[in-house]
Structures are given as structure tokens and as C-alpha cells.
């Protein structure tokens, strides 16, 4: 499928032109970005901060304004949220399915707020959606409520949750490109995150919530959340206790972790992990900067998993927030898509056909 990146000279749209080079589904056809950078080449355009080199085969493309009239099959969004709400509504109305990382649409009542392995049904709002044309919006969650849902969803299913209280440890690469001075952030935990906390508070209601009719039925359990920036290049670190409907032991949400069988386990989709969560017994782990990279960087990592004084279980939770919490769960987002039959071309046909 021919594909275009709305916001592509970003640091999210650059995560998604590393990703999809050599997708064995998805084709970068189109690049778009501010009326600064249109009409340059992307490695003109671009100010690379990737580790990686940038994809040959997307350098000499040309960067073309924010506006429909790409001839992809739908475009993913790495937008600013500054600008997203309006570009996005924009192209599902001429008729493209839109895939953003944005936060603009992501609590719409009639937009999807996924994470495969945790609603992969809540893609039915997409028939309720409503732009004029057949184009829709889909959203993957906050980079930081990601890793926290994806840990609780099976403790979700097996347990029931009362209460949430969640301490995170954010990555410097959450925060974009600047992102956060050198001066604040060098010996230093900033212990502020503009609209952080409202995200983990709202989106995991959503996300654990069950498809009704047309609608979500959202769950009901209170969720304390505070937020702080750390010295940490990639990975967000989370600190749970969690309040559980019944009496539950450190080895019972140790069970439920390693045996929860992700929905995606038998849809071949190119970006779903083998693991989906590793669950580690050493109680130094995880760290950052040796797991981060687990299941390239889509695996969720819990540890410490431990009674809590005040709540029933605490744990470590960590997750990489540019994989998995942006670019990385926006594709895999698209694959599931694909398989469901939102995304259609004849390419995709011969996919399924073949697979």
C-alpha cells in the first residue's frame, strides 16, 4: 500500500521514516510537512536527528504541503497537535483514513484510541464516524499511557482494578525535537509535563473500556497520575500500585502477565512483537537502557512486581516511548487495520491472499 507521512520532518515523522523503510506492507510515496519545508528535497527539509541514516530511498523525495490531493492509500499523522485537530479533519474528509499519533482525536467519542493487543474491536467506531466521505480518523494513546494500559489489561481482564496510581519517569525524546533545555534537564528531574497527567487520568478509561452499540462504555476506576521529565534518551519508566477488586498475590499478577495471550498472536502482522510483555524476576530490572529495545522496541516490560503498603500490588512498568508509544504503535495501528479490512487496495488483497 502507497502511504503518506503528514508531519514528516518531525521527530515522530522521522521515527515513522525509519520504521516503514522496507515494510513488507507499507510504501512511503508522499512526505508532507509545513509550507516551509514544501517543495524542498526531505533530506533538505529534514534536520535528521535519528540515529539511523536516513532512508536513501526517501531523501530526494519531495516535502508537499499539508493538504489532500496525495494519490496513497491513506497517510499516517506525526503532526503537532497545534496544527493536527484541522489537517487530519481535513484528509478523512476528501476520503483518507488518517493514522495519527496526535492527541486531538483520540477522546472523540466516535474515534478509536487503540492498542491491538488491548481493544483491537473498538475499530467498529470507525462505522460511526461520520467525515462526508469514507475517510476516518484512527489514534494510538499518549506515548506514557501506552505502557501503563498495556500492562494493566491483562490484570484488567483477570482481577478487576479499583484504583491507579501511577509515578512516571519520562524520556527526553518524548518531548520532541527541541524538546527540553540542556540547562533544565542536565542534573535535574523536571517534575512537570504539560497535559501529561489529564492523558494517563482520561485515555486508559477509554482504552480499557468495552464496545456497546455503537459506542464505548468506558471503564470506571479513579487514576492518580504525576509526571516527571528525566535524563533518559528513550523509555519511559512507570512506578504502579494498583488497587484490585479481589484479594490478589505478587505470583498471581505474575501468572496473568505471562499467560495473557495477545489477540494479534496468529495474525502474522510485521510489527507486533513475538513477546508482548516480558515479565522479569530480577529485581533491578527493567532499565531503560538495557530493555528499551525488547521485541524492536514494541515489547512492554513489567518488574518489582511486589505487595504495596497502601494499594494491593505495585510494579515497574517500561516502554519505549517512540516505538511503541508513537510511530511504532501507528503502524502496527495500520496492520491490524489491514487485516480487519478498513485499509483496502488491491495490494492489500494480495496480502491476505498470500498470508
Same mark, same amino acid.
Given at each position: 500500500?502507497?502511504?503518506?507521512? &503528514? #508531519?514528516?520532518?518531525?521527530?515522530?515523522? @522521522?521515527?515513522?521514516?525509519?520504521?516503514?523503510?522496507?515494510?513488507?506492507?507499507?510504501?512511503?510515496? $508522499?512526505?508532507?510537512?509545513?509550507?516551509?519545508?514544501?517543495?524542498?528535497?526531505?533530506?533538505?527539509?529534514?534536520?535528521?536527528?535519528?540515529?539511523?541514516?536516513?532512508? /536513501?530511498?526517501?531523501?530526494?523525495?519531495?516535502?508537499?504541503?499539508?493538504?489532500?490531493?496525495?494519490?496513497?492509500?491513506?497517510?499516517?499523522?506525526? &503532526?503537532?497537535?497545534?496544527?493536527?485537530?484541522?489537517?487530519?479533519?481535513?484528509?478523512?474528509?476528501?476520503?483518507?483514513?488518517?493514522?495519527?499519533?496526535?492527541?486531538?482525536?483520540?477522546?472523540?467519542? @466516535?474515534?478509536?484510541?487503540?492498542?491491538?493487543?488491548?481493544?483491537?474491536?473498538?475499530?467498529?467506531?470507525?462505522?460511526? @464516524?461520520?467525515?462526508?466521505?469514507?475517510?476516518?480518523?484512527?489514534?494510538?494513546?499518549?506515548?506514557?499511557?501506552?505502557?501503563?494500559?498495556?500492562?494493566?489489561?491483562?490484570?484488567?481482564?483477570?482481577?478487576?482494578? /479499583?484504583?491507579?496510581?501511577?509515578?512516571?519517569?519520562?524520556?527526553?525524546?518524548?518531548?520532541?525535537?527541541?524538546?527540553?533545555?540542556?540547562?533544565?534537564?542536565? #542534573?535535574?528531574?523536571?517534575?512537570?509535563?504539560?497535559?501529561?497527567?489529564?492523558? %494517563?487520568?482520561?485515555?486508559?478509561?477509554? %482504552?480499557?473500556?468495552?464496545? /456497546?452499540? +455503537?459506542?464505548? /462504555?468506558?471503564?470506571?476506576?479513579?487514576?492518580?497520575?504525576?509526571?516527571?521529565?528525566?535524563?533518559?534518551?528513550? +523509555?519511559? %519508566?512507570?512506578?504502579?500500585?494498583?488497587?484490585?477488586?479481589?484479594?490478589?498475590?505478587?505470583?498471581?499478577?505474575?501468572?496473568?502477565?505471562?499467560?495473557?495471550?495477545?489477540?494479534?498472536?496468529?495474525?502474522? *502482522?510485521?510489527?507486533?512483537?513475538?513477546?508482548?510483555?516480558?515479565?522479569?524476576?530480577?529485581?533491578?530490572?527493567?532499565?531503560?537502557?538495557?530493555?528499551?529495545? *525488547?521485541?524492536? +522496541?514494541?515489547?512492554?516490560?513489567?518488574?518489582?512486581?511486589?505487595?504495596?503498603?497502601? &494499594?494491593?500490588?505495585?510494579?515497574?512498568?517500561?516502554? $519505549?516511548?517512540?516505538?511503541?508509544?508513537?510511530?511504532?504503535?501507528?503502524?502496527?495501528?495500520?496492520? &491490524?487495520?489491514?487485516?480487519?479490512?478498513?485499509?483496502?487496495?488491491?495490494?492489500?488483497?494480495?496480502?491476505?491472499?498470500?498470508?
Amino acid at each position: 500500500m502507497n502511504v503518506g507521512i &503528514l #508531519g514528516a520532518t518531525g521527530a515522530v515523522g @522521522q521515527k515513522f521514516v525509519t520504521l516503514l523503510e522496507n515494510h513488507p506492507w507499507f510504501n512511503v510515496t $508522499h512526505l508532507a510537512a509545513s509550507s516551509r519545508s514544501a517543495g524542498k528535497t526531505y533530506k533538505e527539509a529534514a534536520n535528521w536527528i535519528a540515529a539511523e541514516s536516513m532512508p /536513501e530511498s526517501i531523501a530526494n523525495q519531495i516535502v508537499k504541503e499539508t493538504v489532500p490531493g496525495f494519490d496513497c492509500d491513506f497517510v499516517f499523522s506525526g &503532526l503537532d497537535s497545534s496544527v493536527a485537530g484541522e489537517a487530519e479533519e481535513a484528509f478523512a474528509r476528501a476520503g483518507y483514513p488518517v493514522i495519527s499519533n496526535a492527541k486531538n482525536y483520540r477522546m472523540h467519542p @466516535q474515534v478509536p484510541l487503540l492498542i491491538p493487543e488491548v481493544n483491537p474491536s473498538h475499530t467498529a467506531l470507525i462505522k460511526e @464516524q461520520s467525515w462526508g466521505s469514507d475517510g476516518y480518523i484512527v489514534t494510538n494513546p499518549n506515548c506514557s499511557t501506552v505502557g501503563l494500559v498495556c500492562a494493566l489489561k491483562p490484570l484488567y481482564d483477570a482481577f478487576g482494578i /479499583e484504583a491507579v496510581q501511577v509515578v512516571t519517569m519520562q524520556a527526553l525524546s518524548g518531548a520532541g525535537y527541541p524538546g527540553v533545555s540542556s540547562l533544565d534537564i542536565t #542534573g535535574n528531574v523536571v517534575p512537570f509535563i504539560k497535559g501529561e497527567e489529564d492523558k %494517563l487520568v482520561e485515555e486508559p478509561l477509554k %482504552l480499557l473500556g468495552a464496545y /456497546e452499540a +455503537g459506542a464505548i /462504555e468506558e471503564a470506571s476506576f479513579p487514576v492518580s497520575a504525576q509526571c516527571n521529565r528525566v535524563a533518559v534518551l528513550d +523509555g519511559h %519508566l512507570e512506578c504502579v500500585s494498583i488497587k484490585f477488586g479481589t484479594r490478589v498475590s505478587p505470583d498471581d499478577v505474575k501468572e496473568a502477565l505471562r499467560t495473557y495471550e495477545s489477540p494479534l498472536a496468529k495474525m502474522g *502482522l510485521p510489527s507486533a512483537p513475538a513477546q508482548f510483555i516480558e515479565v522479569f524476576e530480577d529485581e533491578r530490572y527493567p532499565q531503560p537502557r538495557r530493555h528499551v529495545g *525488547l521485541g524492536n +522496541g514494541m515489547t512492554v516490560s513489567v518488574g518489582r512486581i511486589r505487595p504495596c503498603e497502601i &494499594l494491593d500490588i505495585k510494579c515497574i512498568v517500561l516502554s $519505549h516511548n517512540t516505538v511503541r508509544g508513537a510511530a511504532g504503535g501507528a503502524i502496527l495501528n495500520a496492520e &491490524l487495520l489491514v487485516k480487519q479490512g478498513f485499509l483496502q487496495s488491491k495490494t492489500t488483497e494480495n496480502l491476505i491472499a498470500a498470508t
